[in-house]
Nanobody, 125 residues
Framework: EVQLQASGGGLVQAGGSLRLSCTAS????????IGWFRQAPGKEREGVTS????????YYRDSVKGRFTISSDNAKNTVYLQMNSLKPEDTAVYYCGALRFRYRLTLPLNRVYYWGEGTQVTVSS
């Protein structure tokens, strides 16, 4: 059974937009914070943003503030990542992951209980 399913990646020019989706099993959606992570070529995976589906609180890393927006649709067990004003440095494989609430602001990789498969985002200059 797939616990997290990510989709929506693609190729876009700098300044363009993409929307990623992460659909979770119901028990994950209800009990965990959903985060988005990314891994650029030759770099370590990093936390990008998170949302608590309980209270709607969100977190963004500085480099994406004002450009990325995370949201959730509780009826569809789905979290979205709207990415605007994309830059070449946003190029990476994007993953969604599930963590406990207390990790929502730090997004430590070793505290991710469930991972979705990655989706490639490529931003051309």
């Amino acid at each position: 059974e797939v616990q997290l399913q990510a989709s929506g990646g693609g190729l876009v020019q700098a300044g363009g937009s993409l929307r990623l989706s992460c659909t979770a099993s119901r028990f994950i959606f209800d009990d965990y914070v959903i985060g988005w992570f990314r891994q650029a070529p030759g770099k370590e995976r990093e936390g990008v943003t998170s949302i608590s589906t309980d209270d709607g609180s969100t977190y963004y890393r500085d480099s994406v503030k004002g450009r990325f927006t995370i949201s959730s649709d509780n009826a569809k067990n789905t979290v979205y990542l709207q990415m605007n004003s994309l830059k070449p440095e946003d190029t990476a494989v994007y993953y969604c992951g599930a963590l406990r609430f207390r990790y929502r602001l730090t997004l430590p990789l070793n505290r991710v209980y469930y991972w979705g498969e990655g989706t490639q985002v490529t931003v051309s200059s």
